[in-house]
């Protein structure tokens, strides 16, 4: 049995978290013409009567795509740990990867430790502000959200008063802590990878683009860039495939694969870089749990390279499964 556990919603929620319903949508139809049996669920519901549902099926499987537990983004590691903990297999990366992966902060200096190359940055958690010696421009963004959450145009600072106000208005706002980076003026591009039974793909390559944005608009990828339909900020910026540009494919390929591998991670990941006007690339955001709905930009670029949905369920159930088979080789 497949268990596609998925995170509560509400009419309450926020766009970023609604969505998983469309993800739900998506992966259930890939199921269906692929012939599997599943049932979808929300352990938030009802945690014990979860555990105990997919404890009691000796071939289950999860479906992971729980992003939240009663509204904590750590939720999905927890849950992750469970499953972990029951030897049952899951899609997706693991419970410490995924940890990692929503503290920005950690996982940059795993980054930047290994030698990746990482935006400077430092760490806000209180006040006063140390940001002593700090150039401008610089971008201040929740450290332990995801989606975007907390991300707008006006996160992008130029002096240390814009930098104070942006502060308190995000501490008030309940985002602390924050991470403060250097803005990078420049391109940006975003990869697509997809684990086999071999080793990891970059199957497909986006670059934002910004020129729909007002003129005063920093070229960045907020909240409403990617959840708030009809605003400008969604409607002035798009993602489109590479042309051309093989030479930094080239760089942002193996930075990429070298990054995944150094921070644990499985299945399929997003990746965000920055590339100076001087031609060196920044690793900005990994994302382990990208949006995988039809109308997301991770089904763009599957289809961009040729991918069916369908062939990447089955690959993704592929890998959990050689999963589960190691669980029970070391029972």
């Keep these: 049995m497949i268990w596609i556990a998925h995170t509560a919603v509400n009419p309450d929620s926020p766009a970023s978290e609604a969505g998983v319903l469309d993800e739900v949508h998506a992966v259930r139809e890939a199921l269906e013409q692929l012939g599997y049996s599943y049932t979808v669920i929300a352990p938030e519901y009802d945690l014990p009567e979860f555990l105990a549902k997919i404890s009691s099926f000796p071939d289950s499987l999860v479906f992971h795509l729980v992003e939240s537990y009663h509204g904590d983004s750590m939720g999905e590691s927890w849950l992750a740990g469970l499953y972990e903990a029951l030897r049952i297999p899951y899609t997706g990366s693991p419970p410490i ?46 450290a332990c959200r995801d989606a975007s959450e907390g991300l707008d145009a006006s996160c992008v600072v130029w002096d240390l008063d814009s930098l104070e106000r942006k502060v308190e208005e995000l501490a008030a706002a309940g985002f602390m802590p924050l991470l403060l980076e250097k803005f990078i003026e420049g391109r940006e591009f975003s990869l697509t990878l997809l684990e086999n039974e071999d080793d990891w793909d970059a199957v497909a390559f986006f670059e934002v683009d910004f020129s729909g944005l007002d003129h005063h608009q920093p070229h960045m990828l907020c909240y409403d860039a990617k959840w708030a339909h009809e605003t400008q900020a969604y409607e002035g910026t798009n993602t489109n495939p590479m042309s051309g540009d093989a030479e930094i494919k080239a760089k942002l390929c193996r930075l990429a694969v070298g990054a995944v591998k150094e921070l644990g991670l499985r299945d399929y990941v997003r990746i965000d870089f920055r590339y100076s006007k001087t031609g060196k690339p920044y690793i900005i955001d990994v994302n382990p749990n990208p949006d995988i709905s039809h109308s997301g930009g991770f089904y763009r670029a599957l289809a961009s390279a040729g991918i069916e949905f369908k062939e990447f369920v089955q690959q993704i159930l592929n890998n959990a499964k050689r999963r589960g088979h190691e669980f029970k080789n070391q029972a």
């Design 97 to 142: 990867a995924l940890s990692l992966c929503l503290d920005k902060r950690r996982a940059r200096a795993i980054l930047k430790l290994a030698g990746f190359p990482v935006t400077p940055g430092l760490s806000i958690d209180g006040r006063p502000l140390k940001v002593d010696g700090f150039t401008f421009p610089a971008i201040v963004k929740p």
